[in-house]
């Protein structure tokens, strides 16, 4: 399960990763509202990308542990 939940984050990464590009200022066909919609969905993306990297990493120290105990026992 928790490597199925690593695989899910990964994906999620991939999709998340248009949501954080630079916000490109085209006053032609981006009022000041667009724009500033844009940064906040950039924001947005990159605090989800945040989230997906510290559930990553407490995942994969999770198995670390699963591992360590398989040794032990």
Known sequence: MIQQKVEELVSEDFLGHMGQSTVE???????????????????????QQRRRDSQKNALAAALLRLDERVWLL
Not at 25 to 47: F, I
């Open 25 to 47: 200022l085209d006053q032609q066909s981006v009022g000041r509202p667009s724009r500033m919609d844009a940064l906040q969905s950039q924001a947005t993306a990159q605090a």
